[in-house]
Antibody, heavy 117, light 109 residues
Framework: EVQLVESGGGLVQPGGSLRLSCAAS????????MSWVRQAPGKGLEWLSV???????YYADSVKGRFTISRDNSRNTVYLQMNSLRTQDTAVYYC???????????WGQGTLVTVSS | SYVLTQPPSVSVAPGKTARITCGGN??????VHWYLQKPGQAPVLVIFNDSDRPSGIPERFSGSNSGNTATLTIFRVEAGDEADYYC????????????FGTGTKVTVL
């Protein structure tokens, strides 16, 4: 079964850092595009970052220079390192596989990040 | 960056048909995908490539794309269809290429 499981969310102070993990099963992360998407409370979906099968990364302007996407092929896991966190980064963070035609499927269950003092 | 516009809400009676629109420029050249999201849950793909259904998605869900508007149609609406629905495209001309629509809350009366 193809599945994604996120972890690493929690409460962090403004200016702090957090690393999210997304463990994949049922497929090989390094052979796919993998992405992070977030959803602030009561808001819509916002694409953040993607890493392609060649390891090239792309970021939304809102997180460029602060967030870093990476992967560990041996663990079949994708990460999102989040630095210089702001209160407006408070959201549920989802990872997703990006398939043909740039479809997001499947999605993980999400992990909540709260940035507050 | 590319913008996808959806109506904030759609209300429909059980058994009737719900239509959710998604507007954008030059849609005809893009593949549109649709996701539903129930409260507290992750999004789920319901339509890809304008009108294709993933396995396990009921035939009641149908998609189309014409001109500058894509439409998700839900036939014979059930109470369990109540959710937020998002369209999504990939815009290869943008530095923000993965674009989600603003989302539509479908309420079953």
């Amino acid at each position: 079964e193809v599945q994604l499981v996120e972890s690493g969310g929690g409460l962090v102070q403004p200016g702090g850092s957090l690393r999210l993990s997304c463990a994949a099963s049922g497929f090989i992360v390094s052979s796919n595009y993998m992405s992070w998407v977030r959803q602030a409370p009561g808001k819509g979906l916002e694409w953040l970052s993607v890493i392609n099968d060649g390891g090239t990364t792309y970021y939304a302007d809102s997180v460029k220079g602060r967030f870093t996407i990476s992967r560990d092929n041996s663990r079949n896991t994708v990460y999102l390192q989040m630095n210089s966190l702001r209160t407006q980064d408070t959201a549920v963070y989802y990872c997703a596989r990006v398939g043909e035609l740039f479809v997001f499927d499947p999605w993980g269950q999400g992990t909540l990040v709260t940035v507050s003092s | 960056s590319y913008v996808l516009t959806q109506p904030p809400s759609v209300s429909v009676a059980p058994g009737k048909t719900a239509r959710i629109t998604c507007g954008g420029n030059n849609f005809g050249s893009k593949s549109v995908h649709w996701y539903l999201q129930k409260p507290g849950q992750a999004p789920v793909l319901v339509i890809f490539n304008d009108s294709d259904r993933p396995s396990g998605i009921p035939e009641r869900f149908s998609g189309s794309n014409s001109g500058n508007t894509a439409t998700l149609t839900i036939f014979r609406v059930e109470a369990g269809d109540e959710a937020d629905y998002y369209c999504q495209v990939w815009d290869n001309f943008s530095d923000h290429p993965y674009v989600f629509g603003t989302g539509t809350k479908v309420t079953v009366l």
